[in-house]
Nanobody, 115 residues
Framework: QVQLVESGGGLVQPGGSLRVSCLVS????????MGWYRQAPGKQRELVAA???????KYGDFVKGRFTISRDIGKNTVNLQMNSLKPEDTAVYYC?????????WGQGTQVTVSS
């Protein structure tokens, strides 16, 4: 079993920055894939960014260099730094990990980009 707790969402103006974090209940060395997804109202959940255990990083096409995913092994967290935020980035952001071939999800954190 893996528990995930997200934090750091909120309201930010267009062009602003926000950082969301996910605390993982297991040593992240044992996690094969860690990442962030998002879901806007009326839309499907989509990949934002993911880190694979070998260090490969994948981003959604819409990111275009604005977001950076990272992991802090000492704190067992996976983080998403979001810069140059746009109104269309408004969504619930979910932490996701793949552990022993099973996917786990956090409860989600709301990110709202609005003036």
């Amino acid at each position: 079993q893996v528990q995930l707790v997200e934090s750091g969402g909120g309201l930010v103006q267009p062009g602003g920055s926000l950082r969301v974090s996910c605390l993982v209940s297991r040593n992240i060395f044992s996690i094969s894939v860690m990442g962030w997804y998002r879901q806007a109202p009326g839309k499907q959940r989509e990949l934002v960014a993911a880190i694979i255990s070998g260090g490969t990083v994948k981003y959604g096409d819409f990111v275009k260099g604005r977001f950076t995913i990272s992991r802090d092994i000492g704190k067992n967290t996976v983080n998403l730094q979001m810069n140059s935020l746009k109104p269309e980035d408004t969504a619930v952001y979910y932490c996701n990990v793949l552990f022993e071939q099973k996917a786990y999800w956090g409860q989600g954190t709301q990110v709202t980009v609005s003036s």
